[in-house]
């Protein structure tokens, strides 16, 4: 395995390691690597609105997670400075869904990364797209975590 790839595996498992928010929705690491990953998530009961299909905000949040995974792999603490979603279908109760982030551009402290949502059938389907801007705040994930 690369120095790259460890880097990789320990960032992401630091930061989803204290990431309460995506362990209560279920969300799963499937796969990281060097500003990409894969994470899946169960579209529960408690996550469906008023029309029985899953809730516009989680589908958002999954994208989040597999962004922030994405542009975390590098060891600095990266966060988000802004993003877009768009719904293209709509996503219900027992779908399995797979969120694939990969980057697009890095320069400096700023990143573009991409992400796909997809429901997990044949055939899939794309559900979202989403583009995230990320930011690096300097300073390497394990000493982000040791001040918390």
């Not at 990409?36 to 994208?63: F, K």
């Amino acid at each position: 395995m690369s120095d790259e790839q460890q880097l990789a595996e320990r960032s992401v498992a630091a930061m989803l390691g204290g990431d309460r928010a995506s362990a209560a929705l279920g969300m799963k690491l499937e796969l990281v690597t060097p500003g990409r990953s894969v994470v899946s998530m169960l579209v529960r009961e408690d996550m469906t609105n008023g029309y029985d299909l899953c809730h516009g905000g989680l589908i958002a949040s999954l994208a989040d997670t597999a962004f922030a995974a994405a542009c975390n792999t590098y060891g600095d603490v990266t966060v988000a400075a802004g993003f877009d979603i768009t719904f293209l279908e709509s996503a219900r109760l027992g779908d399995r869904l797979e969120a694939r982030a990969f980057e697009k551009a890095r320069r400096g402290r700023s990143g573009l990364y991409d992400v796909t949502v997809v429901r997990c059938a044949e055939p899939e389907v794309v559900i979202a797209e989403f583009r995230g801007r990320s930011r690096s705040l300097g300073r390497p994930i394990g000493q982000a975590l040791e001040g918390q």
